[in-house]
């Protein structure tokens, strides 16, 4: 079904009731994996961080990860979870290819977290809660490559390549309750929620929660129901969704998709189905077998977690500053009205602004560029500002350039535009491309002795006492140098050929 098709969103919540539910994995930034020692590191060759533990092969045990057990403590303490004084793994019976064990070492009815829930703040500044139902241990699946088909998925594809490197690494799981009473602003919460869980996740130090690497994804599932009614319709479930954005352009769309079946007497197939970047849309995968079909059983090899209260309450002190707690410190820091801030986190631009600071801009100068031209930017390309292809450091950069009088602000947005280009580093795009401020007095004396020959009547009133024309004389120079003049140091040039004092 394609977006064309679909009746509007509008239409679609008039008649129908959304409900939601979210379940996010997370890479646990641990140096080996969930259950032996193998590395955990990126980019190494196919197939060269197994071992026979993470292989499944007979008379291999596993070992319980005890970081990744310390983990999960500190996201479930951080998400006001309860901790389980008594927890176990259990496995997942299944066959795919990436799960070479053909079971995942996962958590069903015993988790080591559960009952919690997550504010998350809104575009208007106002808050949603989102309640935990869970969050528990398991381990990642390899991956698989599928080649010669058109679309990169194993339908159609000639043959598939698998690299159980990643099998076995760390996960935490983490699954909300259903989320009900969002009404039409759902893909928002489901945005909102998404992005909230990352910054607490990098907050805790547990994950860089790199979506774009797949250290964090979401599947997004989705049910209607008519209005007035409580009863949950057939959910769909759009899986491993990676990026803030398309979590809200999944949930978007899935509610339209829905009422379009059900307005047209249709049924909803309990599935999963895969989101596609390009028009926001989403398609069948497979139907969705029901929690029983995987045969859980409790791991015979692994004993029961049982985290000792004291621990948890030690984990529980030494939590970091929390995003929200350190927003509103951001903000007292930043002398920034309640509007302004949520502007700033509308635009995603704490952490880009953070980096800047940290390089060595002023507070407001890495402000103004973030939400100014480069958030511009990230609108008109509809992706996120953490997304452009310029570095903080480099933003720091052009904000040094501008005090030390070597930019102004026209200047430094060229600056920009030339970095975001591919152009350099902000130094070289100003040698390259000669925008450097002139404020040497022999090669302004001539552009402003013409700007007083070329204004009589200004430069009359400006002898006259008028000090406040000399505006328009400053704006003749400065086309005239393309805008590379030192406005100040023009001003103070036009005054004493006019033999005016600065002052009066």
Partial sequence: MS????????????????????????????????????????????????????????????????????SAVKIGLALNCEIAEWCRFARKNYFYPDMPKNFQTSQYDEPIAFNGYLDVQLEDGSTFRVEIERAHMEEDTGKSTHVGGATGRIHGASHSLLDYNRAGIPLIEIVTKPIEGAGERAPEVAKAYVAEL??????????????????MRCDVNLSLRPNGTTTFGTRSETKNVNSLRSVERAARFEIQRHATVLTDGGTIIQETRHFHEEDGSTTSGRIKDNAEDYRYFPEPDLVPIAPAREWVEELRAGLPELPRVRRARLQADWGLSDKDMQSVLNAGAVEPILETIAAGAPA????????????????????????????????????ALVAEGKLNDKLARQVIEAVLAGEGEPDEVVEKRGLAVVSDDSALGAAVDEAIAGNEAIAAKIRDGKVAAVGALVGAVMKATRGQADAARVKDLILERLGVDADQ
């Avoid at 390309?381 to 904000?399: D, F, K, M, N």
């Fill in 364 to 399: 407001d100068q890495a402000r103004k560029w973030w939400m100014g031209e480069l958030a511009r930017r990230a609108n008109e390309t509809g992706t996120e500002l953490s997304e452009q292809p310029i570095t903080p450091a480099q933003v720091a950069r052009v904000t």
């Fill in 3 to 70: 977006v064309k098709n679909l009746v509007s969103y509008e239409d679609a919540l008039a008649s129908y009731d959304p409900v939601m539910g979210l379940e996010v994995h997370v890479e646990l930034g641990t140096k080996t994996k969930m259950f032996c020692g193998c590395s955990t590191e990126l980019g190494a060759e196919p197939n060269s961080q197994v071992c026979p533990t993470c292989l499944g092969l007979p008379g291999s045990l596993p070992v319980v990860n005890a970081i990744g057990v310390e």
């Fill in 198 to 215: 990352r910054e607490l996740i990098k907050a805790l130090g547990v994950s860089e929660a790199r979506m774009d690497k797949g250290q």
